[in-house]
């Protein structure tokens, strides 16, 4: 990954709502783009609620003539459950070059990404996907993700399993300092990786925090962008965009923000691309 300038940020405060294990690389990139970070995880990653059903079909995973990790969490998570995972792969597939490195970091040197996107979208876009009538493919994900990718194939003839090797849970985090700080304008901007990360975000700052987080009145600096995407932007940040922009890969909208697309509609201060 690189960041655009070295001094993009001059001194302004991130919020980053990654899970604390996952948050290293963004803060580093921050940092390096003379940029402070403050750390208030909105997502935690928890086993499944049935991690034996998820365990049975990874032990089975040689059987399925392909195989679809959709996050790095997934990857992860999936070896926890199952260390030996790598001996039984066959072809494989990931969402995303992040979901590719952890597969690549555990062995798995041949792994099948799309390059123009990090979605179910791309990944069904690749010439690989396209006739897969009678193939098992087996669907490395969370509980409750996203079923376009599983429904797609499915029309297109192949059977497909779903393997959910984690769960994502909202934290029970004390916003107080995090709002203490706000509220003195010591935050820029917000970073959102996920529309779940948002939902839980919003939910934990309560009344007190979403007036902050929409609408920051004067004399306190304008509300801050929240980015959430899948590819190719990571995070962004604006001072121009108000109350707040949020850009998301799906133009929904729960709690009533305001939605930019397509992404180089807003004018960037700081943007992290993936290599």
């Not at 049975?56 to 995973?61: F, G, Q, R």
Request: proline content about 8%; overall charge negative.
């Amino acid at each position: 990954m690189k960041v655009e300038s070295s001094q993009a940020l001059d001194g302004r405060t991130i919020l980053v709502t990654r899970p604390a294990h996952q948050a290293n690389v963004l803060t580093q990139l921050i940092e390096q783009a003379g940029g402070r970070t403050l750390l208030f995880p909105a997502m935690a990653i928890e086993p499944p609620l049935d991690p034996q059903a998820a365990v049975a079909l990874l032990h089975e995973i040689a059987s399925f003539d392909f195989s679809i990790f959709v996050s790095a969490n997934a990857v992860e998570q999936a070896f926890v459950l199952a260390p030996g995972l790598a001996r039984g792969l066959r072809t494989v597939f990931a969402v995303g070059t992040a979901t590719a490195r952890a597969l690549q970091t555990r062995g798995i040197a041949d792994v099948i990404v799309p390059e123009d996107a990090a979605d179910s979208e791309a990944l069904l876009r690749l010439p690989q996907l396209e006739d897969v009538r009678d193939l098992r493919a087996l669907i490395v994900r969370g509980e409750g993700g996203r079923e376009l990718l599983a429904e797609t194939l499915e029309q297109r003839g192949a059977f497909v399993r779903r393997a959910e090797c984690y769960r994502r849970a909202r934290p029970n985090s004390d916003p107080s300092p995090l709002l203490a700080q706000w509220e003195q304008g010591h935050i820029d901007a917000v970073i959102a990786m996920s529309t779940d990360t948002l939902t839980n975000l919003w939910d934990l700052l309560g009344e007190r925090g979403r007036a902050l987080l929409i609408s920051t009145p004067p004399p306190l600096k304008p509300a801050p962008l929240m980015v959430s995407g899948s590819a190719p932007i990571a995070a962004a940040f604006t001072s121009s965009v108000a109350p707040l922009a949020i850009v998301v890969p799906a133009a929904v909208d729960p709690k009533g923000f305001v939605l930019v697309e397509p992404v180089v509609s807003v004018p960037w201060l700081m943007k992290i691309w993936p290599v």
